[in-house]
Nanobody
Framework: QIQLVESGGGSLQAGGSLRLSCKASGYTYTSYCMGWFRQAPGKEREGLAVIDSDGNTRYIDSVKGRFTTSKDDAKNTLYLQMNDLKPEDTAMYYC????????????????WGQGTQVTVSS
C-alpha cells in the first residue's frame, strides 16, 4: 500500500520557521520526483517545489529563497524547510510523489499525502 504521511505543521507568528516532513512507504520513491503543494482557503492548490531523484530542486518564485526541499533516501522522507513565514503562507500543505516528469502539474503526481495545516499570524 502506497502512503505519504505529512507532519510538522502548526501555528506560528510571521517571521518564524517550520519544517514539514513527508514519510513515504509502499513504493520506490527515490525513482521518481516528489513535490510540495499548498492550498489556501478559497484558492486553488498550487505547486511549490519539486525534487528529483538526484536531489535537484526547483521552486516557484514566491517561495524561492525562503523554502527549501530536501530528502533523506535512507529514511524515505521528504522535507520542506520554511523560513521567514508570512501570513499569506497560511494553507494546507501536501506532499506528492511518483512523478515521472518532474514538473509541478498536479495530474502528474499519482500519490498524495493527507496534508498538514500551517497557520501564520501577523
Amino acid at each position: 500500500q502506497i502512503q505519504l504521511v505529512e507532519s510538522g505543521g502548526g501555528s506560528l507568528q510571521a517571521g518564524g520557521s517550520l519544517r514539514l516532513s513527508c514519510k513515504a512507504s509502499g513504493y520506490t520513491y527515490t525513482s521518481y520526483c516528489m513535490g510540495w503543494f499548498r492550498q489556501a482557503p478559497g484558492k486553488e492548490r498550487e505547486g511549490l517545489a519539486v525534487i528529483d531523484s538526484d536531489g535537484n530542486t526547483r521552486y516557484i518564485d514566491s517561495v524561492k529563497g525562503r523554502f527549501t526541499t530536501s530528502k533523506d533516501d535512507a529514511k524515505n522522507t521528504l522535507y520542506l524547510q520554511m523560513n521567514d513565514l508570512k501570513p499569506e503562507d497560511t494553507a494546507m500543505y501536501y506532499c506528492a510523489g511518483g512523478n515521472y516528469y518532474c514538473d509541478l502539474r498536479e495530474a502528474d503526481f499519482p500519490y498524495w499525502g493527507q496534508g498538514t495545516q500551517v497557520t501564520v499570524s501577523s
